[in-house]
């Protein structure tokens, strides 16, 4: 298992912390001496979190932060008040997520509940924190993405599914995005020579709530995911959420670089570094994924 090295003196956000992945990473990360600030949609989530890492490592430097990603205010709300403390921020693990929702689902913002949770709400985050991230001296930003992405399309005319909905083909159009942004950050960073590196990051097949929570929005009762499949090989969220550490934490980790699980399928295994699909890398898809973003939130990505 991935021995994440010494964290003391760096601060980390990550996002979707209050379980599953989100709350292995920032366990983890703590455990090695970061500072962590939980950002999570449920406060009361977000602290039972907090109280159970603490029941690992009882020393651990935790806050609690409420961030919505479906919502852009809440989003500049988190940037801003980090933006106004000053402090040097590492680590961004942009890792919340939801998944295949059985109905289109719109946000406060009018956008389709999967692309804004996972796509435009990250890339609002981290174009905000962009200033403090490259002012910290060598931090990372690590974008969760999925097997998903491998295949997912991206069509920037209509990245809200609005002409026609279906919940898987909308989650891999989103994961896809996030791998696309990942590398345009990066590469944004190597032009301008910013002390920045962004990565990407797959898990594999891990069973989390993700599965059954996306599949419940807009329904009284839970429903269980058809792809919780039984049959495929999977993974525990210490696995799962190896590939993010890496990225986040690896000193051979690269700046652009692509992390997911070694073993059968990418399913399953320790994390290696892993091929993005050929789709994720056409020339200027990044560009215009990022103008069409800025467009959304009025953010541009500057580094």
Do not use: C
Request: charged share 20%; proline share 6%; no cysteine.
């Amino acid at each position: 298992m991935y021995d994440v090295p010494p964290q003391g003196g760096r601060r980390a956000v990550v996002t979707g912390a209050s379980g599953g992945l989100g709350l292995e990473v920032a366990r983890r990360l703590a455990g090695a001496g970061a500072e962590v600030v939980l950002a999570v949609r449920s406060p009361e989530r977000g602290e039972r979190a907090a109280a159970a890492i603490r029941e690992d490592h009882p020393g651990a430097r935790l806050e609690v932060r409420t961030l919505d990603l479906a919502d852009l205010a809440s989003v500049a709300r988190v940037a801003e008040g980090l933006l106004d403390e000053g402090r040097p921020l590492h680590l961004l693990a942009n890792n919340a997520g939801v998944m295949r929702p059985r109905r289109r689902t719109e946000t406060v913002d009018g956008l389709e509940l999967q692309f804004a949770t996972n796509v435009v709400g990250h890339y609002a985050l981290s174009a905000r924190l962009a200033p403090l991230l490259t002012r910290s001296g060598g931090a990372r930003v690590a974008w969760m993405s999925s097997s998903a992405a491998h295949v997912g399309r991206l069509d920037l005319g209509d990245l809200q599914a609005t002409r026609r909905y279906r919940p898987f083909r909308a989650y891999a159009q989103s994961k896809l995005a996030d791998l696309v942004l990942a590398l345009f950050m990066a590469e944004r960073a190597a032009a301008s020579g910013a002390n920045l590196a962004s990565m990407a990051a797959h898990p594999g097949y891990v069973r989390t709530n993700l599965f059954s929570a996306g599949a419940s929005v807009g329904r009284s009762r839970p429903r269980r995911s058809l792809l919780e499949a039984r049959w495929l090989p999977h993974q525990e969220v210490d696995w799962g959420a190896e590939p993010l550490l890496v990225a986040l934490t690896s000193p051979e980790a690269a700046n652009g670089a692509y992390y997911g699980p070694a073993g059968p399928w990418g399913l399953v295994g320790p994390a290696t570094l892993v091929r993005a699909p050929r789709r994720a890398t056409r020339e200027g898809l990044g560009a215009r994924l990022a103008e069409a973003l800025a467009e959304l939130t009025g953010v541009e990505l500057a580094l």
